[in-house]
């Protein structure tokens, strides 16, 4: 069931209204594996965000194509789904119907339903939530029913963009180990984008790096899990930040004098 | 990929600009062009409306009156004057206009509409003059004069003219809006039309109605005109209730898999509730003004009516007071039905802290 991702030859230019022509992606080919955990890491304005529309189907690229097994993307649909940057929870539906949504836009029958929606809010610890408004939970919680609500359509790809920017340490923290352990329970394919590579090195398998729009590093990040204070301070995981350090341009002078 | 390439997408996306404005000229005539058609239809002599609705392009048209004025302009002699006074009441349209009594004018006797309305103020003159033997009615009320049939009636038939009125152009309205979001080819051709009657204020347009649509059948045009108010409000709230709900709110759902129906569903029809409700407030709000100001211009039965009367007697009875009494009440009836609207409203919006906050 699970596909190998493949984005061949991929190229998306804007023009903005002022003439301005912005190629946000540029030739990237790469394939992904069913089950990795991708970090996509890059400065501001490099082309995470367009990568991730374009697999999501929300942005059609100006050349190439990105394929989900056999399959060429074509448009947006469940079996890649997404959690944004912003706030996308709909505030005018409870967090169980929230939840809901994508089961009840694929049809599935009532008691599959409510027993999907059950058993993702367990997941994601929101079950005595099920019934409050999106407006009486806190930052942190509405992610939690983002991710909730991408995990129910059942896709074996989920896409998150910088998901857990906006958010505190410690809530970051928390949902790094939410996110963690319902990915290794379900094996799914993982695309984060990050800018911060802290995160990086705790979430990720791999980490593209994209520079300008060109895919300029490809890093496996083979440290032992759970990745905590120790390891990310070992001398592996230390050299892969200096790697991604420098691709982004910054020195290790520029780094430390920052 | 070559840097030609990339010229090339800049001329692709200039030519796929061009076609698009291209294309919103072609729906724009097509939708006025649809609109005449509609009119047309409407005033046909197999339609049953075709006595009140004269046709757009007919000898007693509007705007054959003012093609009749224009072209007086460029005959010379006198040709301002004639265009004054044939602009929108030439001869036929005046005899369209006064009237002694409409129910025995000849054209309304097999009028389904009028029929129906003789027959509500009779039963109601029936009842009246049996309950009351004709005394004077009480101060603040001015008897009026017999043929007006009491008060009941013409305050009844307003309020439920507004309500039917707004009612039938909410749910136009609304249909329309919603589905030119499911449909984008409904709000290209619909949104020239509904810009194009938006601007000119309701107000000045409402005395038009009442001469084109004729005032021996109230009905069509208090009715007509409400409907057409609320309709065109509830198409411009519906839309942009719609736009404002965030894209990313979209894009997610389509992400989960939603589908235009689930969409529909889930997001546009619950997501635009406030805004509409706002609007729908607003849009009754103007209807009752509106509702009566037509009347005052003319039409024999309903509050409007008896405000116009009032003006006549005003000097003579106790008229002043009378005009005060009516404007209380229906303030008073406006009031009533916002504060139900309200307290349905709050229940709809009560996911929404800002709903809450403007008051909707
Ligand atoms: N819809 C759009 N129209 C025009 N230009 C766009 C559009 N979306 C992105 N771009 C351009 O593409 C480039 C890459 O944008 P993108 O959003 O992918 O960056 P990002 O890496 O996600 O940045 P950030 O970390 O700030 O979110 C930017 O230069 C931006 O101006
Ligand atoms: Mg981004």
Redesign the pocket.
Known sequence: MSRVVSFEGLWCV?E?RSGQL?N?LHDVNFEVQPGEFVCVV?R???????LLRVLAGLQPPTAGQTRLGDSVVEGPGADRAMVFQQDTVFPWLHVRENVEFGLRALKVDDAERERTTAHWLDAVGLTDFADSWPRELSGGMRKRVALASAMAVGSDVILMD?PFGSLDYFTRRNLHDVLLDLWEATQKTIFF?T?DIEEALILADRVIL?AEGKLVDDIPVNLPRPRDEDIRASSAAVDITKTILAHLGITEEEATQV | MTSKDVLDVRAKAQREKRRRRIASIIYIAIGIALFFVAWILLAHEKSPWNYDIPPPFGAVGPFQDIFQGVWGIFQGEGAIAHFWRNLGTSQDMKIKFVHACPDLHPANVNNPFRQVISSLMGWKYTAETAIVTGGPAPVPFVQLPDYCYGYGIHLLVTIVRILIGAALGTIAGLAIGLSSLVFPKVAQVFTPIASFFGTAPIFIAAPFFVIWFGVEVPIMTTIGLVTFYTTLLMYFFSRRAAENIPVGIVESALTLGGTPRSIFRWVYLPGTVPEIAGGFRIALAGAWGLGVLVEVLGIQVGGGHLIDIWRFLIGQLQAPSALVALITFYAALAVVVDAILLVIIRYLTRWSEAGRRLGL
């Open positions: 804007f903005h912005v946000a890059g501001s304005g490099h082309g995470k965000t367009t910088e984008v800018h994209l």
